[in-house]
């Protein structure tokens, strides 16, 4: 399914980035996404959603990925399962050097819930409203052959380590008797039930109150450490991703425009799709007022030529409305875009 | 900017704009259907080639020929002539028969919207215990009771199906009398009377007239059914279940005289049900037969 | 739920039976009065001398007002009185008793034919939304809907019995292979017989009427499972199965079917009533005993009591179904479980 056509970045993609002083030593990638993109029928021809996405995960790593609404993250982390039959999936999914678009159907199967687990957004549609909360987070292990007795005693345990009180009981309990913090937590116990390499958290907290999303983040985090996944956390709120993520890509209408380490990409933002996200997020160690971005995202199906922010882009000149952007390394960064700010500038505030 | 279900988005797109395309061929051929039959309904009797109920003996069971181009029945009528006449009482009887269901429907729908809790509770559970009652069951009754005639069976399908009707109104009268702009209305002081006409009835009425398209289809196969076992319209009138019927003994011998009918009957059903599920498909592109 | 508000709920629930049936009798009460002309005379029939029309008119009561007459027809009722057919002159409740098994087992196998077929064309269809195959089944449930029970039945009733021999053409049983009557049900009394020819022989019998019966009821079925399983497919607890690595059998059958029971187990209810509206026809064309026929013969002798009581018969029956329908519902769904929590402890 590899394509050649497109941007040839892949040197650049495979390289282990380098850890600032300070950040721990990344060990080999769990998971290597390279040119990723996924495109759906529509009456007027297909539509690429992704065009050309990179992505590394290591184990044990917290990586953010980062974007507007329809910038096509959630579309991204359902194509790394391969979950929608409908998308067009093309690039290469490296899962510990195995590309999952070769794989059959049943050695994908196989590997979702195992290998690499996803949590949704939404707390409340996420569970089978008529099944019991036991049986849903059984059934992660149960397709994967696991015998019933084992599962049960698996499941309670997942369930207690993520703070249900009275696990063991409240596995006979239906979703609805459960508040959306703890339906949330059931939903991570499905996603980490089988101990997966690579959690994929879509939105995890969106749906939740303030207090809640702290609990949930905690959660994932503690996780990482105690069974030494990686993790993908999905989201368009930048004031989450920065005292969470080791590393964050940024995403803008299905390409990738920055990524790097999270605090370097946050005091010295290179793309100025970047710093326009981070001066509309309110910060408590900087005065003034919150700039949101001006004009709306670009669609999918009617994505601007060359460098598609150059619409909304201060600083964009002729050739961004021509020529892509090409990701190039600057500091600790990777960044696509022809006007990157310098550090001195500090970005536009 | 705080939605994220890019995938629901991706896929909304192309599904409104699928529901905007052009009307499927299977759909027009069916509101095509409906013009022809409502069009004969009209002039079936008028553009008969013989007279639907001139009895001659001599002529009695003749396969299809160029004479009788659907052949004859066992009193030698035309088959073709009475399956024209048939159309007038089939499918006018099944029209009345739902617009008279439908308006009684929307009537107490409305007086239980506006009546207050207890009016509703009270005409809804009656509208339950109706609908209980099989309509073929149900119709029989009533038809027994008026005496068999085409008359009977529309009125009997009237009071088997209005509450059918009453409920869907009633559901969708819900809906509008809760939403921002009736509440609107009314803080400005729009009394009852108004808030009915004005407001509700308008935007309520969709279901109904979806609902309505779509059982006409269902009516002239109750309709049919009842004058099949007697309840419905008699003999000698050309109706299409009465002439099944008649044929009935010789469908070894002369086919015709029922397949005739039958299909018609199938036919007509066919192009209501497409119809409707075509419109209903239009208004909600997801709820398709559901 | 708690034992006790399972108990509260039953308890509203049969309050609410005697309400539906109460109901069901005042509809019926008001259906008699309707009728026009001399109630005393269609009772005694119209071969009656006009002195014998009196005594049946002071039997009934119908010389008092209609407040009394109708607390007299309650009374009547209760007493499982529910007047005496003018033409087979038995009381129409016996006649009903012998009759009705014929009936149940005609519509229990069309029942069985029903969802062996349209659950599985629905799924089928779900699973395939948006699909030539979709769109085929759902073309298909249209048409099955369309068919007129009665001339699909005298259609199938030439065919396959009499040009292809197939199957018996008319009757519940072979002359001859009768079996000693204990339930009525021919298929299981011939099995508690210990008979299995007149079992197979029963079963012949039953098979086309049952198919026939079933055909425009397997169009709702396909559209109702269809519906309600591509809702339930489209929520993000699919997703969530499917990333969890079930199989698509694991996510239609666990994650869309079951989903789907509340709605299906509706429409079985209220079919269950449509059916026996529909055994009407098929009886008719098969010349099986039953409610049907008896209801047709009724009709065509203008049998006022006997066509009542069947009206009353069947309200009863679809009402008890009714009420089976919602424990099932109540076992196999918790929503419906906590919505009826809440009405019972309010």
Known sequence: MSRTKGLDIVSLNTEVPVPAPGERVTPRPVLEVSDLRVSYPTVAGPVEIVSGFDLTVAKGERVALVGESGSGKSVTARALLRLDHRATVSGRILLDGTDLLTLSGAEMRARRGRRIGLMLQDPMTTLNPVRTIGSQVMEALRVHGVGRAEARRRSVETLDMLGIPDAARRMRSYPHEFSGGMRQRVCLAMAIVAHPDLLIADEPTTALDVRVQEQVLSLIDSLVDEIGMGVVLITHDLGLVAGFADRVSVMYAGRGVERGPVRELYRTPRHPYTAGLLASVPRVDRDGALAPIAGSPAQPASRPGGCAFHPRCARAESDCATVLPEPRRIGAADVACHHPLTAAEEGPR | ?290 | MSPSLLARYLGRRLALLVTTLWGVVTIVFLLIKAIPGDEAQAAAGVTATPAQVEVVRQRLGLDESIVQQYLAYLGRLLHGDLGTSIFTFQPVLGDLQQLIPYTIELVGLAMVINLTCGVPLGVWAAARHRTRVDNSVRLAAIFCGALPTFWLAMIAQTLIGRKLGAVPISGVSTLGVEVPRRTGFVTVDSLLAGDLTAFSDALAHLVLPAAVLAIPFMSFVIRVVRGSMITALEADHVTAARAKGARERTVLLQHGLRNAIAPVSTLIGLQVGWMMGGAVMVETVFSRPGFGSYLTQAVAHKDTFAVIGMVLVVGVIVTFVGLAVDLVQLAADPRVRLLETRRASA
């Open chain 2, 1 to 290: 900017m705080t939605g994220t279900t890019t995938l629901a988005s991706v896929h909304a797109a192309p599904r409104v704009r699928r529901a905007r395309r052009r009307t499927p061929w299977i759909d027009r051929i069916a509101y095509g259907t409906v013009l022809v039959l409502l069009l004969l309904a009209v002039v079936g009797p008028l553009i008969a080639p013989h007279d639907p109920y001139s009895v001659d003996l001599g002529q009695a069971l003749r396969a299809p020929s160029g004479e009788h181009l659907l052949g004859t029945d066992g009193l030698g009528r035309d088959v073709l002539s009475r399956a024209l006449a048939g159309t007038r009482a089939s499918i006018l009887g099944a029209l009345m028969a739902v617009a008279g269901a439908a308006l009684i429907g929307i009537l107490v729908a409305s007086i239980a919207t506006i009546g207050g809790r207890w009016v509703d509770d009270i005409v809804m559970r009656f509208c339950d215990i109706t609908l209980s009652l099989p309509v073929m069951v149900m119709a029989l009754g009533v038809a027994v009771a008026l005496g068999p005639s085409l008359r009977s069976a529309v009125i009997a399908m009237v009071v088997a199906w209005w509450p059918g009707f009453a409920r869907i109104a009633r559901a969708e009268m819900r809906t509008v009398i809760t939403s921002p702009y009736v509440e609107a209305a009314r803080v400005l002081g729009a009394g009852r009377w108004r808030l009915m006409t004005r407001h509700v009835l308008p935007n309520s009425l969709d279901g109904v007239y979806v609902q309505a398209t779509l059982e006409i289809g269902g009516a002239t196969l109750i309709m049919a059914g009842l004058s099949f076992v007697g309840a419905g319209a008699q003999p000698p009138s050309a109706e299409w279940g009465a002439m099944v019927e008649t044929g009935s003994r010789y469908l070894t011998s002369a086919w015709w005289i029922s397949v005739v009918p039958g299909l018609l009957i199938t036919l007509t059903a066919l192009a209501f049900a497409l119809t409707g599920d075509s419109l209903r498909t239009r208004n909600h592109p997801d709820a398709a037969l559901s």
